[in-house]
């Protein structure tokens, strides 16, 4: 049990969802006033990693993230991508109704399974804990709390290491930086689970087409 005061508890709680917000962040589309934003969010953070991503995204460009990104590219950034056995609908049906249950509304211009969406809700969640742990709620601060942990399991730890493994080496070292930053901090899906990069049929950066295959979660 977390024996910090709440106005401690919500502080480091509020840093951490500035990290998340931060991170999904370095997966969106350079798009004007990104630079700037990216640069001020990180501007508080005392974290190497991310800092070296900010610099790595210095000359970042949307010319470069569709390459990698875009359509026909050979990096999928949707979790979709990775979980190739099982129902996509069942996937997006749950995403949504995460974000439904915690009244979450992400930019629209991506898919509710982009890798830049879920970090940004896993951000938000961490942020909604703050604001409870702030207002000594402590039973809305368990239930974000419990709701990221289970986000993390069911779905960002599917997404993580594959997409990690594909942008090594990519022509977006920001993105890939950051990938490796969110394996790191979520870690990999159960072992019989794992989404598998497989070797010698690849794109240019890993897996055909950046799409891995991976076992049914939901069979476990």
């Not at 999928?76 to 109704?97: M, Q």
């Not at 940004?120 to 974000?144: M, P, S, T």
């Not at 990690?164 to 159960?190: D, K, R, T, Y």
């Given at each position: 049990?977390?024996?910090?005061?709440s106005?401690?508890?919500?502080?480091?709680?509020?840093?951490?969802?500035?990290?998340?917000?931060?991170?999904?962040?370095?997966f969106e589309?350079?798009?004007?006033?990104?630079?700037?934003?990216?640069?001020?969010?990180?501007?508080?953070?005392?974290?190497e990693?991310?800092?070296?991503?900010i610099?790595?995204?210095?000359?970042?460009?949307?010319?470069?993230?569709?390459a990698?990104?875009?359509p026909?590219?050979?990096?999928?950034?949707?979790?979709?991508?990775?979980?190739?056995?099982?129902?996509?609908?069942?996937?997006?049906?749950?995403?949504?109704?995460?974000?439904?249950?915690?009244?979450?509304?992400?930019?629209?211009?991506?898919?509710?399974?982009?890798?830049?969406?879920?970090?940004?809700?896993?951000?938000?969640l961490?942020?909604?804990?703050?604001?409870?742990?702030?207002?000594?709620?402590h039973?809305?601060?368990?239930?974000?709390?419990?709701?990221?942990?289970?986000?993390r399991?069911?779905?960002?730890?599917f997404?993580a290491?594959?997409?990690?493994?594909?942008?090594?080496?990519?022509?977006?070292?920001?993105?890939?930086?950051?990938?490796?930053?969110?394996?790191?901090?979520?870690?990999?899906?159960?072992?019989?689970?794992?989404?598998?990069?497989?070797?010698?049929?690849?794109?240019?950066?890993?897996?055909?087409?950046?799409?891995?295959?991976a076992?049914?979660?939901?069979?476990?």
């Amino acid at each position: 049990m977390n024996t910090l005061p709440s106005a401690d508890q919500a502080h480091a709680v509020l840093r951490e969802a500035v990290r998340w917000r931060l991170l999904g962040m370095l997966f969106e589309r350079p798009r004007a006033g990104w630079h700037a934003e990216i640069q001020e969010l990180g501007a508080g953070l005392d974290d190497e990693r991310l800092q070296a991503a900010i610099a790595a995204a210095g000359d970042a460009g949307e010319g470069a993230y569709q390459a990698v990104f875009g359509p026909g590219a050979p990096v999928s950034p949707r979790e979709v991508g990775y979980r190739r056995r099982e129902d996509p609908g069942t996937i997006l049906a749950e995403l949504k109704a995460f974000h439904t249950s915690f009244a979450f509304t992400p930019r629209a211009e991506d898919p509710v399974d982009h890798v830049a969406v879920e970090v940004g809700f896993a951000g938000y969640l961490r942020l909604k804990e703050a604001y409870a742990l702030a207002r000594g709620d402590h039973d809305a601060a368990a239930i974000c709390h419990a709701a990221f942990e289970r986000f993390r399991d069911r779905h960002l730890r599917f997404l993580a290491e594959p997409l990690a493994a594909v942008l090594e080496g990519s022509p977006v070292p920001h993105a890939a930086l950051a990938a490796q930053i969110l394996f790191e901090a979520v870690g990999a899906a159960p072992d019989d689970l794992n989404p598998v990069v497989e070797d010698g049929d690849g794109g240019e950066f890993g897996c055909a087409g950046g799409v891995c295959p991976a076992v049914d979660p939901l069979e476990a």
